[in-house]
C-alpha cells in the first residue's frame, strides 16, 4: 500500500503558505478596490447597482501571484519523497515493438520504478477523448516518432533521463504513412485495425452542382494548411501522488480536470471516487492540453512505488508528442452572380489526422457545419475526409480547424469581390446572415451581429484604400490591406455540454463559487466571479472561484471552443439568482415575513424597511447558513444528427470582420504586418481589458500562423522540435495597433449578453494577411504559412508572366 | 567534481557545490525554492527564465552556475518590497499585461532592467528590450502599454 | 552523464597551460551561450571546461594609434555595440553587435567566442572578414596574427589550435572616403537563430569618379563556414553602383557561394537572398563613404 502524503501547502493559484496568502488577498483586495472605484467613477463605469461588476476592467486575483513568480504551476510544486518521472519515446515514426529490454535501466543509479505497456492489464491500457484508441505506452507497435512506451521514475530528473538511454528497444520497422494521400492509397499499410480512414463526412444542401452551373462566375482554387503547435509556454506537467483518505490525487495543467479523472480511473482500475484530478495554473493551453499527457502514467507511476511522482515534459516532448493542428487541403469551388449573389459552394477537406483519433471527428464536424458561415449560400456541399498517418496526432487546437476553413473561405470570397468588381465589404454585405437565416444544416440564428462589424470596419477601410493608393510603397516596401470575417458556434458541436455553478457561504459572509471549468490563463475564474456575484446582489470582492478540480466542482466540461464564460457564465448567472433566492427565503423565516419582502441587492438584504448587511444577514442565518447552496445549471438544447447534419449544433455564434495592413518587401516575398482593425460581436463584455487581450493575442497567433508557423515533418519526424526553427512571432513582428471594436450588440441568451471570444479574432487574420498580400503585390497567397520563400516564388512567377524577357529570375 | 561557488541571491549570499555542467536555473529553481523563474526552451530564446545577473537579463537556462560565481543575482521574487508589488508588477495587474502568466516574471525582470538603465524609454525603445520574450497569449499589446504607464509615472 | 572537469585559469598563461594539459579535450566556454544550448540540447557533453571568461587581459575595446580599434576577445556584443570608440571608428561593428539575438545574449555572449565557434550564420564573422581585421591568437608558442580572410577553415573550425586561444581583434582603420554597413536578413524581427543570411561590406569611393575603389565583403549564413567572397568584391572594385554592375555582382555572387538549404529555404532562395542584401548593403555604405565621416 503507498504511503499517504499530505498536498503541499498553498491554495490552487499560490505556492505561498497561509500566512502569506492572507496579506496578499488584502493587497488584492487594496488594488481591485482601488480600481473598480476609479473605474466606476470613470465613462465606461455604468454597470447594474451599487455593486454590480460586469463591464468593468478589474484585476485578476491569479495574476497577482503571477507577477510576484508564486503561481501554482504544476513543475513549481515539490513534495517530500517525490520522484521524477522520464519517458523513452518511439524513434520510429511505424514499426511493430519485438522487445522491451528494461534489465539495465532497472539497476541503474536512482532508479525506482519502470513502467511498460505490458505492465498495465490489457484492458486498461488505452486512454482517449472520443474513442480509447491511444496506448498509455506503446506495447504492440509505435505509430509516431515520439510514441512513449517506457516510463521511469526515479529520484532525480537526470537519474530518470540517464536511465531512460539504458533502455532497449527492438523494432520491427514498418512502411510509414506520411500524407493523407498515401494512406488512402491502394494497399497501403494500415496504421489502424480498422482501416486507415478515421472519418468521412459529407453534408450537402440543396444542389451544389446546379448552384454552380446558376452561377455567372466562378472559381475554384486548392488551400494547402500545414501542421503547427500551439506553443503554449508550459510544457505539460503535472504530479501524482495517494492522500492521507488514500485518494490518488493528480495534479496537472489541464484543460479539462473531469475528463482525466475518468480516465485515470479507468486506467488504473480505482472507482472514481478513489481518484482526484485537480488543474494547477494552467500556462497557456489553446486545444493542446485536452488530451492525456502525464497524468495516466505519473498515476501508475504512484500506485507502483507509494511515492509522489512528477513529470515534466521537455520543449522537444511538446513539439513531438503532444496533438498538432491539422494539416489539410481544401478545395473549394464558389459560384456567384453578377449582381454579387453566391449560388454555390462546394468544399473538399482532406485533413492528417496524425497517429490516433484524439478531436479528429470534432474538428471534421466543426468543418463541415462552418463550411460558408457566415453566408447566406442556398446550395452546398461540403466533404471532409481524415485520416491516419504516422505523425502525432493531430487534435484540438483553437477554433478547431475553422481558421483554415476561413483562410479558404474568405480568400475565396476575396477572390470573387475582385472577379465581380466589388468591395470585399459589400459583396460580403450581400451575402451576410442576418437574423432568421438558417445555417447550412437548418439552425436559425438569432441576434447576429455580422452586419454591425462590417459596418465598422467599412470607414476603415475605405480611408486606408486611399491613404495607400496615394503611397503605395514605403521604405521600397509594397503596401496593402486586406480584410476578412467569421461565424463561429460557441462550445461543444451538437452534443449537450452543460455548465454548472454551485455557491456556498460561510457565517462571515465569504463566499465560494464551485464552477467546473478550469482557468487555463483566460481570466475567466474572474469573469465568473463578476458574473456569480452581480447576479447574486453580492459584492464581488467576498466571492472566491475554485474551479477544475474533479472532487469539489461538478464536471461542467472543458474549456474549450470558446464556451466558459457563456456556458459557465450562465451556469453562475442562474446560480446567483438561486444563492440570492435561498439567502432572502432564510433571513424571511427568521423575520417571520413573506419572503418576497425581503430582498438581497447591493450587498444588503432589505427587509421590509430594515435594512441589514450581508455579513449581519449570515450572522442572522447562521444556523442554517450550512444549508445554503445555490445551484445553477445551463444546459441548451443542443442536438444534432451527425450522420444527416440536422438539428443545432450550438447554442450561440459569436461572428467579426479583422483588417490588415501589410507591407511587402518584394524583392524578398518578406511580409510585415503593421497594423490590424478588428471588430467583432461578442456581446457583452464581462471584463474589456481580458477580452482586449484575447483578440490581441488571437490576432498575434493568427499572424505566426500565416507567416512562419509550422511543423516541419519530414520522413516522419518533426523536423524542428524548438523555438529555433519553430518561428513564434515576437513583439517586433506584430503591430502595435491593433485597435479592436465591440459592436453593440447583446446576445439574449448569453449571461448579461455576453458570448464567447477566445478563438474568433485567430480565425480570420491569416485570410486578411492574404488579401493584404493581393493588395500591396499581386499575388493570392493559397498556402500557410506564407513564408518568404514562398511569396518570393509566387512574386516572381507573377512577374515572368508580366515581362518575361526581363524579369529572368535565378530561382 | 563540484566547484564551491558563492551566490547572492536577492540579497542573501549562498555558498554551494555546484557541478561544472549545472545550470543557474537549477540552482534557482531546486535549491533555492525559486520557482518564479519558469523553465522551457532551454535555448536562451523564449526569456522566461531571465534573471538578473549584476544587474543585466541573462538566460539562466544556459548560464552554467559555475559562471555566476560571486555574481549579484536577481529573480523575479525579489522585486517585490514591504508586502507591495514593484510599479512594474503593479502595472502589469492592472494593466492586464497577464494572462497565462508563465511568460510574466521573464517580462517583468527584463524590463526592470531596462528602467533601472533608462528610466524614461520611449515605446520603441521598450519594444527593443523585450523582442526577446515570447508570449503566447497577450498579443504584447498590453506589456507593453504596463512598462510605458511606469515610464511615464510622474 | 560523463564526469567533467572546470577550470577558470587567471591569467593568459594558465589558461594556455591548461589547454596544453587538456590534449584537445577541452571546451573553451567564454560566455557560455551557444555551449549552454549545446549542452542542453545534448549534442556537447564537455569532459573538460576551461573557463576563460574572466580572463581580464582579454576584455576591452582600445583606439589604437594607427586609427583602428583593438578589441579583447572577452569582449561582450553589449560592450561593442556601446562602445563610443567603436561608434567613431567602426559604426558598423555597433550595427551588427545591435542586431544580434536580444539584450540577454548581449549581456553574456563575447565577439571572440561568437568568432571561435564560427558559426556560418554568425555576424560578428562577417564583420571581421569585411574589415580586413586581425585576428591575434595565443598559445605555447607565443602570440600570432592570422588575418580574418583565412581564419574559418572549416565546418565550426578555426586557424586556432586546440593549445591556443584567440586573444584580440585588430580592426585597421579605416581608408579615406570609405563607408560600412551591416546588412541582415532573417524570416522574423524578433531574435532569430537559424537559417539568416547576413552581409558586411566596407568600401571606399574615388571622390572624383564615383567609383568603387577598395572593398571587403564577409557573408554568413551562405555556407559551411562564414564566407570571404573574393571574386564577389573583384566584380565590384573599380565600378559604379548601378543595376549593371549588381546584375554582373549577382552572377558572380551565385557562382561563388554554396548555401546549403535547410528547413526554412532552399539554397536557391538564399542565394537570391545573399544577392538581394549585398545590394542593398553595399548601396548603403556607398552612401556612407559619399558623407563626410566613415
Not at chain 1, 120 to 140: C, F, K, N, S, W
Not at chain 1, 613 to 633: H, P, R, T, V, W
Request: aromatic share 6%.
Amino acid at each position: 500500500m503507498p504511503e499517504n502524503w499530505t498536498e503541499p501547502p498553498g491554495e490552487k493559484i499560490a505556492l505561498e503558505d497561509l500566512a502569506a496568502q492572507a496579506h496578499w488577498q488584502r493587497e488584492y483586495h487594496r488594488i481591485l478596490r482601488e480600481m473598480h472605484d476609479a473605474e466606476r467613477a470613470g465613462p465606461e463605469g455604468a454597470v447594474e447597482g451599487e455593486t454590480g461588476t460586469v463591464g468593468l476592467r478589474l484585476p485578476r486575483n491569479d495574476v497577482l501571484y503571477k507577477v510576484r513568480g508564486r503561481a501554482r504551476y504544476a513543475a513549481n510544486i515539490k513534495m517530500e519523497g517525490m520522484l521524477h518521472c522520464r519517458f523513452v519515446r518511439s524513434e520510429h515514426a511505424h514499426a511493430r515493438i519485438l522487445a522491451v529490454d528494461t534489465s539495465k535501466a532497472e539497476t541503474a543509479p536512482g532508479v525506482v520504478a519502470i513502467l511498460t505497456g505490458a505492465d498495465i492489464p490489457p484492458e486498461r491500457r488505452m486512454t482517449g477523448t472520443l474513442t480509447q484508441d491511444t496506448p498509455v505506452l506503446a506495447v504492440e507497435k509505435v505509430r509516431f516518432a515520439g510514441e512513449p512506451i517506457v516510463a521511469i521514475a526515479a529520484e532525480t530528473p537526470e537519474a530518470a533521463e540517464a536511465a531512460c538511454y539504458l533502455v532497449d528497444v527492438t523494432y520491427e520497422p514498418l512502411p510509414m504513412i506520411l500524407s493523407p494521400e498515401q494512406a488512402l492509397a491502394p494497399g497501403a499499410e494500415q496504421v489502424d485495425a480498422e482501416g486507415n480512414v478515421i472519418g468521412d463526412l459529407l453534408h450537402e444542401l440543396g444542389d451544389a452542382q446546379a448552384g454552380l452551373v446558376e452561377a455567372d462566375v466562378v472559381i475554384e482554387n486548392e488551400y494547402t494548411i500545414e501542421s503547427m503547435d500551439h506553443c503554449f509556454l508550459e510544457p505539460p506537467s503535472g504530479l501524482s501522488f495517494v492522500d492521507p483518505e488514500g485518494v490518488l490525487t493528480i495534479l496537472v495543467c489541464t484543460q479539462y480536470p473531469h475528463y482525466h479523472h475518468k480516465q485515470v480511473a479507468r486506467v488504473t482500475g480505482l472507482p472514481m471516487e478513489k481518484v482526484r484530478v485537480a488543474q494547477t495554473v494552467v500556462g497557456g493551453a489553446f486545444g493542446g492540453k485536452m488530451d492525456n499527457s502525464v497524468e495516466c502514467v505519473i498515476a501508475l507511476l504512484t500506485l507502483k512505488t507509494g511515492h509522489p511522482v512528477s513529470a515534466i515534459f521537455s520543449r522537444e516532448e511538446v513539439f513531438t508528442a503532444t496533438t498538432k493542428r491539422h494539416a489539410m487541403k481544401i478545395r473549394q469551388k464558389m459560384g456567384a452572380t453578377r449582381d454579387g449573389r453566391l449560388t454555390a459552394l462546394d468544399v473538399d477537406v482532406l485533413a492528417d489526422g496524425g497517429a490516433y483519433r484524439s478531436y479528429s471527428m470534432i474538428v471534421g464536424g466543426r468543418c463541415v457545419i462552418h463550411s460558408g458561415m457566415p453566408y447566406r449560400i442556398p446550395n452546398v456541399r461540403s466533404h471532409y475526409l481524415v485520416t491516419f498517418t504516422n505523425y502525432p496526432p493531430a487534435g484540438a487546437m483553437r477554433s478547431f480547424g475553422i481558421v483554415k476553413m476561413a483562410f479558404a473561405l474568405e480568400s475565396q470570397m476575396n477572390e470573387m469581390a475582385d472577379r465581380l468588381g466589388m468591395s470585399p465589404i459589400e459583396f460580403r454585405r450581400i451575402n451576410a446572415m442576418v437574423d432568421d437565416d438558417r445555417t447550412i444544416i437548418g439552425q436559425k440564428l438569432w441576434d447576429v451581429g455580422f452586419l454591425k462589424t462590417l459596418d465598422a470596419i467599412e470607414p476603415i477601410y475605405r480611408e486606408r484604400k486611399r491613404e495607400i493608393a496615394a503611397n503605395p510603397t514605403r521604405n521600397g516596401r509594397k503596401r496593402g490591406v486586406g480584410l476578412a470575417s467569421l461565424g463561429y458556434g460557441i462550445g461543444y458541436s451538437g452534443v449537450r455540454n452543460p455548465s454548472t455553478a454551485r455557491m456556498r457561504v460561510a457565517a462571515d459572509g465569504s463566499v465560494v463559487a464551485y464552477c467546473g471549468t478550469p482557468d487555463i490563463g483566460t481570466g475567466s475564474d474572474m469573469s465568473l466571479a463578476m458574473i456569480a456575484a452581480q447576479s447574486a446582489g453580492i459584492s464581488l470582492h467576498r466571492v472566491r472561484v475554485i474551479s477544475g478540480d474533479s472532487t469539489k466542482t461538478d464536471d461542467s466540461g472543458p474549456t474549450s471552443a470558446s464556451r466558459t464564460t457563456y456556458f459557465s457564465g450562465n451556469a453562475a448567472y442562474i446560480c446567483g439568482q438561486d444563492f440570492k433566492r435561498q439567502i432572502e427565503a432564510a433571513v424571511a423565516r427568521k423575520r417571520d415575513v413573506p419572503p418576497e419582502r425581503v430582498q438581497l441587492a447591493d450587498d444588503r438584504v432589505i427587509v421590509g424597511n430594515d435594512g441589514l448587511s450581508f455579513e449581519q444577514a449570515c450572522a442572522l442565518i447562521a444556523d442554517e447558513i450550512e444549508d445554503i447552496c445555490g445551484y445553477g445549471k445551463f444546459d441548451p438544447d443542443i442536438a444534432m444528427n451527425i450522420l444527416t447534419f440536422s438539428g443545432n449544433p450550438y447554442a450561440t455564434y459569436t461572428f467579426g470582420t479583422d483588417m490588415v495592413e501589410v507591407e511587402v518587401d518584394e524583392e524578398l516575398g518578406r511580409v510585415e504586418v503593421v497594423r490590424c482593425w478588428t471588430a467583432h460581436d461578442a456581446g457583452t463584455l464581462i471584463n474589456p481589458t481580458g477580452t482586449e487581450g484575447q483578440i490581441d493575442g488571437g490576432v498575434v497567433m493568427g499572424i505566426g500562423q500565416a507567416l512562419w508557423e509550422r511543423c516541419m515533418r519530414r520522413d516522419g519526424i518533426i523536423a524542428n522540435p524548438h523555438y529555433r526553427d519553430y518561428l513564434l512571432p515576437g513583439v517586433k513582428d506584430v503591430p502595435f495597433e491593433i485597435q479592436n471594436t465591440f459592436v453593440d450588440n447583446k446576445d439574449r441568451t448569453g449571461p448579461y449578453g455576453a458570448k464567447g471570444v477566445a478563438e474568433v479574432s485567430l480565425i480570420p487574420i491569416p485570410a486578411a494577411i492574404g488579401a493584404a498580400v493581393m493588395d500591396a503585390v499581386g499575388v493570392r497567397p493559397d498556402r500557410l504559412p506564407m513564408d518568404a520563400e514562398y511569396l518570393y516564388r509566387q512574386i516572381a512567377a507573377r512577374q515572368d508572366r508580366r515581362s518575361p524577357t526581363t524579369m529572368a529570375t535565378a530561382v | 567534481m563540484t566547484i564551491p561557488v558563492t551566490l547572492h541571491v536577492n540579497g542573501e549570499t549562498h555558498e554551494f557545490s555546484v557541478g561544472p555542467t549545472e545550470m543557474l536555473i537549477d540552482v534557482l529553481r531546486r535549491r533555492l525554492d525559486l520557482t518564479g523563474t519558469n523553465r522551457d526552451c532551454g535555448m536562451g530564446i523564449c526569456g522566461v527564465c531571465t534573471v538578473l545577473l549584476d544587474g543585466r537579463p541573462v538566460s539562466s537556462c544556459i548560464l552554467l552556475a559555475a559562471q555566476a560565481d560571486g555574481a549579484e543575482i536577481t529573480t523575479v521574487e525579489a522585486l517585490e518590497r514591504d508586502g507591495r508589488l514593484s510599479p512594474l508588477q503593479d502595472a502589469f495587474l492592472r494593466h492586464g499585461a497577464v494572462q497565462c502568466g508563465y511568460c510574466t516574471p521573464g517580462f517583468i525582470i527584463t524590463a526592470t532592467a531596462l528602467l533601472a538603465e533608462s528610466p524614461r524609454p520611449t515605446r520603441a525603445e521598450i519594444i527593443e528590450a523585450l523582442k526577446g520574450n515570447l508570449c503566447r497569449c497577450t498579443g504584447y499589446k498590453k506589456i507593453v502599454e504596463a512598462i510605458e504607464s511606469v515610464a511615464q509615472a510622474p | 552523464m560523463a564526469e567533467c572537469r572546470y577550470t577558470r585559469p587567471e591569467t593568459l598563461e594558465d589558461a594556455v597551460a591548461s589547454l596544453i594539459a587538456a590534449e584537445g579535450e577541452a571546451h573553451v566556454i567564454a560566455g557560455g551561450v551557444a555551449l549552454g544550448i549545446l549542452m542542453n540540447e545534448k549534442l556537447v557533453e564537455p569532459t573538460w571546461l576551461i573557463d576563460i571568461s574572466r580572463l581580464e587581459a582579454l576584455r576591452g575595446i582600445e583606439a589604437t594609434d594607427d586609427g583602428g580599434l583593438r578589441i579583447g576577445a572577452m569582449t561582450l556584443h553589449r560592450e561593442i555595440e556601446r562602445s563610443p570608440p567603436v561608434a567613431e571608428r567602426c559604426p558598423m561593428l555597433s550595427e551588427m553587435a545591435s542586431e544580434i539575438a536580444c539584450s540577454r545574449i548581449k549581456n553574456r555572449g563575447t565577439i571572440g567566442g561568437n568568432i571561435c565557434l564560427a558559426d556560418p550564420q554568425g555576424d560578428p564573422p562577417a564583420a571581421v572578414i569585411a574589415l580586413r581585421a586581425t585576428l591575434r591568437v595565443s598559445g605555447p608558442r607565443g602570440p600570432r596574427d592570422v588575418p580574418a580572410t583565412e581564419f574559418f577553415t572549416d565546418l565550426y573550425t578555426t586557424a586556432v589550435g586546440d593549445d591556443e586561444l584567440l586573444q584580440e581583434i585588430r580592426i585597421p582603420p579605416p581608408a579615406l572616403n570609405s563607408g560600412a554597413a551591416f546588412g541582415k536578413f532573417s524570416a522574423r524581427n524578433a531574435m532569430d537563430y537559424g537559417s539568416t543570411v547576413s552581409v558586411a561590406v566596407r568600401l571606399s569611393r574615388d571622390p572624383s569618379t564615383g567609383l568603387i575603389e577598395d572593398i571587403g565583403l564577409g557573408l554568413g549564413g551562405v555556407g559551411e563556414t562564414p564566407v570571404w567572397p573574393e571574386r564577389t568584391e573583384a566584380a565590384l572594385r573599380e565600378r559604379l553602383p548601378d543595376e549593371e554592375t549588381f546584375a554582373h555582382m549577382r552572377k558572380v555572387l551565385f557562382a561563388e557561394i554554396d548555401p546549403l538549404g535547410d528547413d526554412l529555404y532552399s539554397a536557391d532562395y538564399k542565394r537570391h537572398v545573399a544577392s538581394v542584401i549585398m545590394k542593398r548593403t553595399v548601396l548603403e555604405a556607398y552612401g556612407r563613404a559619399g558623407a563626410k565621416s566613415p
